[in-house]
């Protein structure tokens, strides 16, 4: 599943769902556009309805990007039961996967 998330509403999204992948944007960024369309295929793709898939503007949402340690954009972080287990600034669908492989574990 696919969804926009806030600070308003991000922390209790990730501690609610037990995998949670994050897509961390901004509208002037290039690479994020470019990315865009993998992280929905992704999240569309019925051998991850277990994951929660959520995607914030980094630029709007200052809580959210903190919690998500986002240091370049595109970010993509995975969460497991609310904590932070890895991030990285890139935009390649392998290392997507792996992410969504390793919440699995």
Not at 41 to 47: F, G, I, P, T, V
Request: proline content about 2%; hydrophobic content about 40%.
């Amino acid at each position: 599943m696919l969804q926009t998330s806030t600070d308003s509403d991000f922390e209790s999204l990730i501690k609610s769902n037990d995998k949670v992948v994050v897509k961390f944007f901004a509208d002037w960024c290039g690479s994020c556009k470019l990315f865009a369309p993998k992280f929905k295929r992704h999240a569309n793709d019925e051998h991850n309805a277990d994951v929660l898939f959520l995607e914030v503007n980094a630029e709007e949402n200052e809580n959210a990007r903190k919690l998500g340690g986002v240091d370049n954009l595109p970010f993509i972080a995975a969460f497991k039961n609310g904590v932070l287990l890895e991030g990285a600034a890139t935009s390649k669908e392998d290392y997507l996967q792996k992410m969504i492989d390793d919440l699995r574990k």
